[in-house]
């Protein structure tokens, strides 16, 4: 009987812990549900090969596609919107921290539907790589000229 009130007791803490153990919730961002298209370019390179990547902004985060494969979490961006420009611009920059003290910084700026900006990667402080991006929101096509 004694045996059966212990499993019964450490099967109530398990739940009672689980329950407990809620999905922290983040807050929206003001980019939340815009994705771009962008063309990376590595610096430093005389003829480097434009790559193309996806950023998205979701629940206050910054994704993109390389981001699982290289094992980054999606790191939290903060953003600045700038009213008195015409259009509005928006400033951004996330910081994901990787495996082996690499963080991949992402910097940014949002004009109209247009996207520009950095990514460096570094370790210890150190650039290890480091790249320029230009896109437009997903979805758009360019103007002509």
């Known amino acids: 009987m004694r045996k059966l009130l212990y499993i019964a007791a450490g099967f109530a803490f398990m739940v009672n812990t689980a329950?407990?153990?809620?999905?922290?919730k983040v807050a929206p961002g003001p980019l939340d549900k815009k994705v771009y298209l962008i063309e990376m370019t590595?610096?430093?390179k005389k003829k480097a090969?434009?790559?193309?990547e996806e950023l998205k902004f979701a629940s206050g985060k910054l994704n993109w596609k390389a981001m699982i494969q290289d094992?980054?979490?999606?790191p939290a961006y903060e953003a600045t919107f700038d009213s008195t420009?015409?259009?509005?611009?928006?400033?951004?920059?996330?910081?994901?921290?990787g495996d082996k003290d690499m963080i991949y910084k992402w910097e940014g700026t949002i004009t109209g539907d247009d996207i520009e900006g950095t990514a460096t990667l570094t370790k210890k402080g150190k650039v290890k790589e480091s790249f320029t991006y230009t896109g437009m929101i997903k979805g758009k096509k360019p103007q002509k000229e």
């Open 42 to 44: 590595k610096d430093g």
């Open 19 to 24: 329950l407990a153990q809620k999905k922290e």
């Open 85 to 97: 420009a015409n259009p509005i611009t928006c400033t951004f920059s996330a910081e994901a921290q």
């Open 49 to 52: 090969t434009p790559e193309k």
């Open 71 to 74: 094992q980054y979490k999606s």
